[in-house]
């Protein structure tokens, strides 16, 4: 089945703690980012990467990282995690930048950053 | 990129047919529409995508006027399972989520 899989799907940690949310697809897509989404501000796009090794900054990217070693995983780091980046977070990929490939969303993982 | 406009909520009864309509007035040339379905915490979910005239799928149709100005999504007799924020999306290579159109279903 042709899926995006993120984990963990839900994740409590505390200020300054390093974490990683991984998230891998299996359509050999080249393209995938992740978007954030919260209450009244829809989804942001917080990197996004077109191929191994490409990645870029989308419109709300401080304060993650994000890396692509491999073409089906694309893992989103936050490196010192603050309360403002709790949020629900999806992974997406489409099969290359042009927007009129459909684009596949992950389930999503809810953060909360006390 | 091409901003879209759309209402920030409609509410229909099963049963009914519900046309949602988005505004694109600097549509580029290459930019397609494209309409996504979201169900709470859930992904976002494909539903369709035209760049003229009208295009029909299992799910909805979308019509697109010759101008390319608006675009309208419709969802023929809706259930209540298709209570959900329904996004226009406008672009050829970037795309911006908007606060998109909650749609909600009554019996």
């Known amino acids: 089945e042709a899926q995006v899989t993120q984990n963990p799907r839900y994740l409590i940690t505390v200020t300054g703690k390093k974490l990683t949310v991984t998230c891998s697809q299996n359509?050999?897509?080249?393209?995938m980012s992740w978007y954030r989404q919260d209450p009244g501000l829809g989804l942001r796009q917080i990197y996004y990467?077109?191929?191994?090794?490409?990645?870029d900054k989308g419109d709300v990217p401080e304060g993650y990282k994000v890396s692509r070693k491999e073409k089906r995983n694309f893992p989103l780091i936050l490196e010192s995690p603050s309360p403002n980046q709790t949020s629900l977070y999806f992974c997406a990929s489409r099969r290359n930048r042009d927007s009129y490939n459909e684009q596949f969303f992950g389930p999503g993982t809810r953060l909360t950053v006390l | 990129l091409a901003k879209t406009t759309q209402p920030i909520s409609m509410d229909s009864y099963e049963g009914q047919e519900v046309n949602i309509t988005c505004s694109h007035n600097n549509i580029a040339t290459n930019d397609y529409i494209t309409w996504y379905q979201q169900f709470p915490s859930q992904g976002p979910r494909f539903i369709i995508q035209?760049?003229?005239t009208k295009v029909t799928n299992e799910v909805a149709s979308l019509f697109i006027p010759a101008d390319r100005k608006s675009s309208t999504l419709s969802l023929p007799r809706v259930s209540l399972s298709d209570t959900a924020v329904y996004y226009c999306?406008?672009?050829?290579?970037?795309?911006?989520f908007g606060a998109g159109t909650r749609l909600t279903v009554k019996p």
């Open positions: 999306l406008v672009g050829s290579n970037d795309m911006r």
């Open positions: 990467s077109m191929n191994v090794e490409v990645t």
């Open positions: 035209g760049y003229k």
């Open positions: 359509m050999n897509h080249e393209y």
